[in-house]
């Protein structure tokens, strides 16, 4: 089955500037999460969806970031003014709700200039 | 701080095992997992265990339990260079939080 996709890879933003992230869970998964992996750290959970409904927000920077999950399925992250202590990688994961095993796609690197 | 800690690095020769270490802090942990992280990678699940396991043995890999000093360990036999990464640590609360350590940097030298 594929695995979960996220685009972009890269992006390299200026302070202030806005970015998005998108995210495309394994098909059928449930729940999807929003990770920020700082360099040097495990990843913090920003977010978790269960189908299209807001799960666990407390860790995310409500006066910047937001993430919708339209439809239940693909969802999007977005930052908005961006700051140097942004930078980070951003990992999307999904699960099906068995062993709460988390599937995570490969990552969006944002550097913050 | 990270709730749950592990060593930052390891170096073993290939052909050696490798043991990495991991204690937690939540006692009501369900699940405890090890990932792994290649270079520009996403997170890759390993193996997992249940909180009431003691040991489990997958291949290469044995994941050892003690509940009463929260402490989990992931030994990988014969550890080759294709074994090389970040080894994260991660238990999952019966709020269904998941928490990740740091991550140990293994490093297999030939």
């Known amino acids: 089955e594929a695995g979960v996709a996220q685009s972009p890879r890269y992006k390299i933003i200026e302070k202030r500037q806005s970015v998005a992230f998108w995210c495309n869970p394994i098909?059928?998964?449930?729940?999807l999460y929003w990770y920020q992996q700082i360099l040097g750290q495990g990843p913090k959970l920003l977010i978790q969806?269960?189908?299209?409904?807001?799960?666990?927000d407390s860790q995310l920077p409500k006066d910047r970031f937001s993430a919708e999950r339209l439809k239940g399925v693909d969802s999007t992250l977005k930052i908005q003014p961006a700051k140097l202590e942004d930078s980070a990688v951003y990992l999307c994961?999904?699960?099906?709700?068995?062993?709460?095993?988390?599937?995570f796609g490969p990552g969006t690197r944002l550097t913050v200039t | 701080g990270e709730d749950v800690e592990q060593s930052l690095f390891l170096s073993v020769r290939e052909g050696d095992s490798s043991v990495i270490n991991c204690t937690y802090t939540?006692?009501?942990?369900?699940?405890l997992y090890w990932y792994k992280q290649e270079p520009g990678a996403g997170l890759q699940l390993l193996t997992y265990?249940?909180?009431?396991?003691d040991m489990k043995q997958d291949q290469r890999l044995t994941v050892l339990l003690n509940k009463k000093d929260k402490h989990l360990s992931l030994r990988i036999a014969d550890t080759q260079t294709g074994d090389s990464a970040i080894y994260f640590c991660?238990?999952?609360?019966?709020?269904?939080?998941?928490?990740f350590g740091a991550g140990t940097r293994l490093t297999v030298k030939p």
């Open positions: 265990i249940f909180s009431n396991m």
């Open positions: 939540d006692s009501s942990s369900t699940y």
């Open positions: 969806f269960q189908n299209n409904g807001v799960v666990d």
């Open positions: 994961a999904s699960d099906s709700g068995t062993r709460g095993e988390q599937y």
């Open positions: 991660a238990e999952t609360t019966l709020d269904n939080d998941m928490r």
């Open positions: 098909s059928g998964h449930a729940t």
